[in-house]
């Protein structure tokens, strides 16, 4: 049995070295949001990298969307 009770996925095989990119919504101003890379830090000795299936919108996420002038941009997303 793989370490941790996995089927047969060795989870030590996955590359750590290479630059991961994934996509983040980007809220660059008023009613503007752009689907952008987001290159995402390497991974901790005691972090995990999960796969998202599915997501939401927070109301607080709408309501920066429909209202707040902001100073910079910013990757949107609960507590990003």
């Known amino acids: 049995m793989a370490h941790g009770g996995g089927g047969g996925t060795d989870l030590m095989a996955c590359k750590q070295e ?4 994934n996509k983040a919504a980007w809220l660059l101003g ?8 987001y290159h995402l830090p390497p991974l901790g000795p005691l972090d995990v990298k999960v796969r ?8 607080s996420d709408v309501h920066h969307f429909k209202m707040c002038e902001l100073c910079c941009q910013e990757a ?5």
């Open 18 to 21: 290479e630059e991961v990119e």
């Open 30 to 37: 008023i009613k503007t949001l752009k689907i952008q890379p």
């Open 52 to 59: 998202i299936k599915a997501l939401g919108i927070c109301g």
């Open 76 to 80: 949107n997303g609960y507590r990003t």
